[in-house]
């Protein structure tokens, strides 16, 4: 994730001790004899289990499979081996980027071993035609990560060609980041657990809080940011996922982390207590609103051409991509403009 969560650090108006989170204006604590405060304590718990811990659970899952598919490449580097990897590669993205309505607290670690972006090509490069052994190689959050492996794996969009993988120390180094990737994505699914989970869901209403301004950090991260940024600036390079050609794609999934955190739950036909069925009980139309301005988001995003770092400079493209922004923009302003003062008062 680009710039490891300005945003987080600028935009939320919490303090967190592992997932114990003190809200600025949390009512969980409100001194009123007579207030009395809805009890999240349902969904909070859904929301760990059903929708950050299963999603997390799934990117482990498929994160071994892709640290099997590179091992089997390594051994054998067919073209068939090289595309399977390529596919397990789009699938553990898949689980991340999906997961990225929940990053905070500790999670913050792991997105910048994970995730950083953009890539460091010459730090890479440098590393390749060293002869120091891949083995001695300290991975940095520059030189690792989906984005390394992207870059290994891919080119234009499509599997690498087996026969361009000529470099013995690019395998070695593939096995390397991919095993590193993988056992990541198993410290982050054990990081929702224990006393940090306890925490969290100690004061269910900060914990919803927390939901929702993660909500609306990942929605401006994906409009002005992801989108918008290289639109502004018309450098492909500040292009996520640009080498697999699996940006539209990543948007759309961050998109799906919203619609998961809102509807309890990372599995559509296995959803828990959740934040919809509260808000529809106090407004159902802003309920469907909601729902509605999420879709509109995917929509917009799937309207922009393939392949996005194609369409920076394109002015065919310029109202599809606006439009998308502005989409991603919409759902900020319904959560934080009408969900959130429905939770905090």
């Known amino acids: 994730m680009k710039n490891f969560k300005q945003w987080l650090n600028a935009g939320l108006c919490i303090s967190l001790v592992g997932f114990g989170t003190i809200s600025c204006s949390s009512s969980d604590d409100n001194d009123d004899d007579n207030f009395v405060q809805y009890d999240f304590s349902k969904v909070a718990n859904t929301y760990v289990n059903k929708t950050v811990v299963a999603t997390y659970a799934s990117m482990k899952t498929n994160a071994e499979k892709l640290k099997d598919a590179v091992i089997a490449y390594q051994t054998n580097p067919s073209q068939e081996n090289i595309n399977k990897a390529c596919q397990e590669w789009i699938a553990t993205r898949s689980d991340?980027?999906?997961?990225?309505?929940?990053?905070?607290?500790?999670?913050?670690?792991?997105?910048?071993?994970?995730?950083?972006?953009?890539?460091?090509?010459?730090?890479?490069?440098?590393?390749?035609?060293?002869?120091?052994?891949?083995?001695?190689?300290?991975?940095?959050?520059?030189?690792?990560?989906?984005?390394?492996?992207?870059?290994?794996?891919?080119?234009?969009?499509?599997?690498?060609s087996a026969a361009s993988f000529t470099n013995v120390r690019e395998r070695e180094y593939l096995v390397k980041v991919t095993t590193k990737l993988y056992h990541d994505t198993d410290g982050l699914h054990a990081s929702w657990s224990g006393d940090r989970v306890t925490k969290f869901?100690?004061?269910?209403?900060?914990?919803?809080?927390?939901?929702?301004?993660?909500?609306?950090?990942?929605?401006?991260?994906?409009?002005?940011?992801?989108?918008?940024?290289?639109?502004?600036?018309?450098?492909?390079?500040?292009?996520?996922?640009?080498?697999?050609?699996?940006?539209?794609?990543?948007?759309?999934?961050?998109?799906?982390?919203?619609?998961?955190?809102?509807?309890?739950?990372?599995?559509s036909n296995n959803r828990g207590d959740n934040l919809s069925t509260y808000i529809k009980g106090k407004d159902a139309d802003l309920d469907a609103e909601v729902r509605?301005?999420?879709?509109?988001?995917?929509?917009?995003?799937?309207?922009?051409?393939?392949?996005?770092?194609?369409?920076?400079?394109?002015?065919?493209?310029?109202?599809?991509?606006?439009?998308?922004?502005?989409?991603?923009?919409?759902?900020?302003?319904?959560?934080?403009?009408?969900?959130?003062?429905?939770?905090?008062?």
């Open 96 to 160: 991340w980027e999906q997961s990225e309505a929940y990053i905070f607290g500790v999670t913050e670690e792991f997105d910048k071993a994970l995730d950083s972006w953009p890539l460091d090509k010459t730090q890479l490069d440098a590393i390749m035609a060293d002869t120091k052994p891949i083995a001695d190689i300290q991975l940095t959050s520059a030189t690792g990560g989906f984005h390394t492996l992207e870059y290994l794996l891919f080119r234009d969009g499509q599997p690498r």
């Open 201 to 267: 869901l100690a004061k269910p209403t900060a914990a919803i809080e927390q939901v929702i301004d993660g909500i609306d950090g990942i929605a401006g991260e994906v409009g002005p940011g992801k989108i918008g940024d290289p639109y502004k600036s018309k450098n492909v390079l500040e292009v996520e996922s640009w080498y697999s050609w699996n940006s539209l794609t990543d948007f759309k999934d961050n998109i799906r982390s919203i619609e998961n955190a809102y509807l309890g739950g990372f599995d």
């Open 292 to 345: 509605k301005t999420i879709q509109d988001a995917i929509t917009a995003i799937n309207k922009i051409p393939e392949p996005f770092r194609n369409q920076l400079d394109n002015p065919d493209s310029a109202d599809e991509i606006e439009a998308a922004i502005e989409a991603c923009n919409k759902i900020s302003a319904v959560f934080v403009g009408k969900v959130k003062p429905l939770v905090v008062y």
